[in-house]
T-cell receptor
Framework: AQTVTQSQPEMSVQEAETVTLSCTYDTSESDYYLFWYKQPPSRQMILVIRQEAYKQQNATENRFSVNFQKAAKSFSLKISDSQLGDAAMYFCAYRSATSGTYKYIFGTGTRLKVLA | DTAVSQTPKYLVTQMGNDKSIKCEQNLGHDTMYWYKQDSKKFLKIMFS???????INETVPNRFSPKSPDKAHLNLHINSLELGDSAVYFCASSLRGVSTGELFFGEGSRLTVL
């Protein structure tokens, strides 16, 4: 069974600085998707960034980028120029691209605090 | 227009009662999910339907019964509510087999059992 691990329960970053959130996963599949979701205090789950496993190029979305290391099964999120609005819970998620159930598996989350 | 909408947003009830949460999506997706987020923020999948067919049924008490009348709606009925059922329940949807693979969430329904 696939698992997703986020080893940092909480992280802090100074406004305008850069922070990296870690995520590792375990799977025997070769084709899958990885996601980072943000959950602010409003509790709405918002997609931050997405990576297809078959793509070697790391995904980027404005200030957000990932470091996808397929062999190491690592998928970290880098937030550059951190802003107060980035404060939230961040969840890493995995979904098989081939499994019939299309189950999305989430990590336990990392709470990001942004210090002014 | 709200893509995935859940009602009610907040629900406070007594132990032993029965309650339902409704979910609707207008994205044209064919797969819908129920997730439970506990007080520690852990997200756990409960059920998933694809075109009205139950495809994921995790280890959930029989008191929880999902129902999908059509692929745009997924409801969750909970019988004999217990204190441990207090949580935020998220409905979500996706389009199976599409390259984006993104999961779209509703705003969540916070259930408090007293």
């Amino acid at each position: 069974a696939q698992t997703v691990t986020q080893s940092q329960p909480e992280m802090s970053v100074q406004e305008a600085e850069t922070v990296t959130l870690s995520c590792t996963y375990d799977t025997s599949e070769s084709d899958y998707y990885l996601f980072w979701y943000k959950q602010p205090p409003s509790r709405q789950m918002i997609l931050v960034i997405r990576q297809e496993a078959y793509k070697q190029q790391n995904a980027t979305e404005n200030r957000f980028s990932v470091n996808f290391q397929k062999a190491a099964k690592s998928f970290s999120l880098k937030i550059s120029d951190s802003q107060l609005g980035d404060a939230a819970m961040y969840f890493c998620a995995y979904r098989s691209a081939t499994s019939g159930t299309y189950k999305y598996i989430f990590g336990t989350g990392t709470r990001l605090k942004v210090l002014a | 227009d709200t893509a995935v909408s859940q009602t009610p947003k907040y629900l406070v009830t007594q132990m032993g009662n029965d309650k339902s949460i409704k979910c609707e999506q207008n994205l044209g997706h064919d797969t819908m999910y129920w997730y439970k987020q506990d007080s520690k923020k852990f997200l756990k999948i409960m059920f998933s339907y694809n075109n009205k067919e139950l495809i994921i049924n995790e280890t959930v008490p029989n008191r929880f019964s999902p129902k999908s009348p059509d692929k745009a709606h997924l409801n969750l009925h909970i019988n004999s509510l217990e204190l441990g059922d207090s949580a935020v329940y998220f409905c979500a949807s996706s389009l199976r087999g599409v390259s984006t693979g993104e999961l779209f969430f509703g705003e969540g329904s916070r259930l408090t059992v007293l």
